[in-house]
């Protein structure tokens, strides 16, 4: 079907971010969850978030294994022109992508509470291979004269944002060494509505959901390069 690949990506964004806001103010206004600033693993932890959230991610980022394969028949001519081992790179980055949302798919159905050390695992994979994609993504498109402000900026936006994530997450939990004379304690202890918030936690949080929302962003600005693509 034409423009099937366009209209994939818009319901892949579309539903992530439908989803996404629909778990915050389930999960917030029950008082389930701290309305300021909640890791977004921690909303799902009971009934219906969990559902919402594992079913309307999971699609969503299915949506995108399918789209990495499309993505990667259409760079293929371009890295091909490029040259520079481009070629080999799209290889690669699509068997990254795919890896990666296999890893979210297990991410946003195998949460945080239940199984800390693989949602963590898996959340780690997911968010930096989509990451290293939308990068790979944008330089592609960049060499072959197919310029995007918008695309540029929200590559620059994820990785700082998934780097500060990164560093503010390792402060906490250094914190809390000093409390609990245990680093990995966050790990096996999600935080809850009743958990005293820190400041790093807090950074943690609002990282995390700026990096998320890079994503989307850099997402939609590839919806030109689907025009009139089926999957």
């Known amino acids: 079907m034409k423009n099937s690949a366009k209209l994939l990506l818009e319901l892949s964004v579309g539903l992530g971010l439908a989803t996404l806001i629909t778990t915050y103010l389930v999960s917030t206004t029950s008082g389930r969850v701290s ?14 978030e969990s559902t919402i959230f594992g079913t309307g991610l999971g699609i969503s980022i299915f949506s995108f294994l399918i789209l990495a394969q499309v993505f990667h028949r259409i760079f293929e001519p371009l890295a091909k022109d490029i040259g520079n081992s481009y070629e080999n790179w799209n290889d690669m980055i699509r068997i990254m992508a795919t890896l990666g ?33 939308g ?17 540029k900026y929200a590559v620059y936006a994820g990785w700082i944002f998934y780097v500060l994530m990164v560093v503010f997450s390792v402060m906490d939990n250094q914190e809390l060494k000093e409390k609990e004379n245990d680093f ?25 959901w700026a990096m998320v929302f890079s994503f989307y962003t850099g997402a939609l600005t590839y919806r030109k390069e689907l025009e009139g693509i089926g999957i």
Request: net charge negative; hydrophobic share 45%; proline share 7%.
């Open 135 to 151: 990068t790979f993504a944008y330089l592609v498109l960049e060499k072959s004269g197919k310029r995007n402000n918008i695309r």
């Open 101 to 133: 949302a296999i890893c979210g798919i297990i991410t946003v159905n195998f949460h945080w509470n239940n199984y800390p050390i693989l949602h963590g695992f898996t959340a780690f994979i997911l968010f930096t291979s989509f990451l290293i994609w």
């Open 35 to 48: 309305s300021f600033i909640p890791i977004i693993s921690e909303m799902p932890f009971n009934e219906p």
């Open 184 to 208: 990995f304690y966050r790990i096996e202890n999600p935080p809850t509505v009743e958990t005293e918030r820190s400041l790093y936690l807090n950074l943690t949080a609002f990282c995390e």
